[in-house]
């Protein structure tokens, strides 16, 4: 008598790194394979592993190779189990994974992570490695099934590559030139998260304000785009106020604008949109003009303050954070004492610090001027050092305000140990908080006063005023209730229906732009 098949569902685990844009093409991830049949692992081992990776940073493949090499002995105990290499690096380096890695069974890139489900059942049919790699964008990713990590928040991709040439980024290579969605294909899938018990969407790309350029002239863009620019104003920024008109949506943020395509019409939309956030992500990555123009950045020091201080003079209570790189080759003191000069004036409520270092493929990582290790470490610090300082003293100025709090999940990972809870205030800050005396869930919002500081965080522990139930906090209930623990999978744009189950919003890590 034969044995009996083995007719569980296999299951998966996804590990991501790098921007939001990954963030989010790991929802997708997931959202296909378990429209495949795929099941989400609990605490076995998963027969299916995927790295969706990022390319940025110069250790990126040490650490890809040593987290596959980890997983050797995994796999060789556990007959059926595959591997899937996808994202930036993968797009980069396409065959060298399998040499390096032979086992591994599957590579595939960022303009086609759709194909997962196919090439994980070709590489097990076949008994050996898939690479598929395209040059171009195969389908825009928001059509593909998703799998959104939060039942409150989402992200929505409005543009996919970027057509700058900054010397020390390899992201356009990778992602391609910029791509943009239809606004009518944009709200759409706006008001059907909402339908779902959304309250908060953070508009996403990797130059996102250049929103329309990649329509090309302005004559052979939809309809729908000449409409919304009709009165002189950008495409981003018309898109902007037609989120403001979607009933039930009580947050919008982007990420992440490039200085040299923010204009003064956006700060005006973003003023006079009332769920438009108080914050801003706008990346300086160096203060000095010679740095910058060696980076290709398209903006001096005089017009990045420009920006900032007609953003503090629109929308005063505006949290402004940024990106900088430390040691960019040629860097000397008298350009990193530019830099904290600008962070000085700007007084950013946080900053992203990175050390400079070489991303293979791109201009910088050739050019003369490499700086020692030592003088970037020390530089960095001093960066760090001041920005702390700064982001202290802003924090102290919110004591004693009351802000309406985002109820997250994970975002305080002491808040058992404080008894409290976590959430992020309209300007995105992260609030720790009493625990209110009725009950209280993750989507719902609660009106705290602010009465500690920290560098990083503001605590609200004085009874909180008020506690308003919303529909996320519904979705989010109704999630959790779901019998077998799984997350609704959209096709494409969600449902309209609450989602069945929760689960711990994915972090997001800033993207470099």
């Excluded at 997931?30 to 995927?50: F, I």
């Excluded at 203060?287 to 290709?296: E, H, I, P």
């Excluded at 997350?487 to 972090?507: E, N």
Aim: contains cysteine; glycine residues 8%.
């Amino acid at each position: 008598m034969s044995a009996p098949m083995n007719t569980a569902p296999r299951t998966y685990e996804i590990r991501t790194y790098g921007c939001q844009m990954n963030v989010h093409d790991s929802e997708r991830l997931s959202g296909l394979l378990e429209a495949a049949g795929y099941v989400r692992a609990a605490d076995a081992e998963p027969d299916v592993v995927v790295f969706n990776t990022c390319a940025v940073r110069e250790n990126a493949d040490n650490r890809l190779y040593g987290n596959l090499g980890h997983l050797r002995p995994v796999k060789d105990g556990h007959p059926g189990m595959q591997i899937a290499v996808g994202g930036c690096l993968a797009q980069k380096d396409r065959d060298t994974i399998v040499k390096r890695a032979p086992w591994v069974d599957v590579v595939f890139g960022t303009h086609n992570i759709g194909s997962l489900p196919a090439l994980l059942e070709r590489a097990r049919v076949q008994s050996e490695a898939q690479v598929e790699i395209e040059e171009s964008l195969v389908t825009f990713p928001s059509t593909l099934p998703t799998r959104r990590e939060s039942p409150y928040a989402a992200w929505v991709s409005i543009s996919v590559g970027c057509n700058n040439t900054c010397t020390f980024c390899i992201v356009p290579s990778l992602r391609g030139k910029e791509k943009d969605r239809r606004p009518g294909e944009i709200l759409a899938e706006i008001e059907a998260l909402v339908a779902e018990g959304v309250l908060e969407v953070t508009l996403l790309g990797q130059n996102v304000n250049a929103y329309g350029s990649g329509f090309g002239a302005l004559a052979a863009a939809p309809d729908e785009v000449r409409a919304m620019t009709a009165g002189g104003e950008s495409a981003f920024a018309g898109l902007l106020r037609a989120c403001g008109d979607v009933a039930g949506l009580e947050r919008v943020r982007f990420t992440s604008p490039h200085p040299k395509d923010f204009t003064d019409d956006v700060i005006t939309a973003m003023a006079e949109t009332p769920n438009v956030m108080p914050s801003l992500h706008m990346p300086l990555q160096a203060g000095s003009d010679a740095v910058l123009r060696a980076m290709r950045r398209s903006y001096r020091q005089e017009r990045y303050l420009g920006i900032i201080d007609r953003v503090r003079a629109a929308i005063p209570d505006a949290a402004i954070t940024t990106d900088i790189i430390v040691g960019f080759p040629g860097e000397t003191e008298a350009d990193f004492e530019e830099t904290l000069h600008v962070v000085r004036e700007a007084r950013f409520s946080s900053a992203f610090t990175f050390q400079y270092s070489k991303r293979p493929g791109t201009p910088a990582a050739v050019m003369d001027g490499q700086l020692p290790k030592e003088v970037v470490q020390e530089r960095y610090e001093r960066l760090v050092a001041l920005q702390e300082e700064i982001s202290w003293e802003e924090n102290k100025r919110q004591l004693g305000r009351t802000l309406e709090v985002l109820v997250a999940e994970g975002e305080g990972r002491k808040d058992q140990a404080t008894r409290r809870l976590s959430g992020r205030a309209p300007d995105n800050r992260l609030v720790h908080f009493a625990v209110p005396d009725e009950p209280v869930r993750p989507g719902d919002m609660v009106t705290v006063e602010v009465t500690y500081a920290a560098p990083h965080h503001l605590v609200a522990d004085k009874p909180a005023p008020a506690v308003r139930r919303t529909r996320a906090g519904d979705a989010w209930e109704a999630r959790r209730a779901g019998a077998d623990g799984r997350q609704g999978v959209s096709l494409g744009m969600p449902s309209i229906g609450r989602p069945a189950q929760a689960d711990t919003p994915a972090p997001g890590c800033s993207a470099v732009s």
